[in-house]
């Protein structure tokens, strides 16, 4: 839709408003058309935004948007086709008790490998809770969970230093045989 028609008409009505006071109402009218023509199109396309996002209320599976192209508006309908409705999830299990200090809330960083963050936010819409909700579950679980049985030995042999043992080998990995 163009909007120069639109404007003309408005600097032509001001002109003739302007005629009978003289030639120098006449020049005034004349500069101020053509200073206003920015406000009077802002002014224009905020009405027709407007419109559309009105319209776009009443419509049930439609939407109105209006799309600038260079100094045109575009009037655009985008029909909406109501999707079918989802298979009913089953309901999430019950979210493990809160530890008795429970209180205050308080933030914290998490870094996660990127493939990790995107499978947790996949578990949590799929079970309708945000991702924030669902690590409060998951760790609250996982604090609350039975502790695994100690190891029988500490460091890095069974019988070695404690911490680890000698020769700078990591103190977590534990090698060995085992026969039964």
Known sequence: MDLTPYLETLRADLAAAAAPAGPETSRAAELLGHSLESSARLALLEALSDAAAEITTR??????????????????????????????????????PLPPDAGDLTRLTLRMP?????????????EGISVNAWLVRAVTAAVNAPAP?????????????????????????????FQA
Not at 70 to 78: I, K, Q, T
Not at 158 to 170: H, V
Request: aromatic share 4%; net charge positive; charged share 20%.
């Open 114 to 126: 990127e493939a990790l963050k995107t499978h947790v936010e996949q578990t949590a819409a799929a």
């Open 149 to 177: 049985p100690p190891f029988p030995f500490s460091g890095g042999r069974p019988g070695g230093p404690p911490g680890g043992s000698p020769g700078g080998r990591n103190p977590k990995r534990v090698t060995g045989y």
């Open 59 to 96: 419509l049930p599976d439609a939407s109105v948007e209006v799309r600038l192209r260079g100094r045109e508006a575009d009037l655009v309908v985008n029909h909406h086709v109501p999707e079918p409705p989802a298979p009913p999830t089953p309901p999430a299990p019950p979210a493990a």
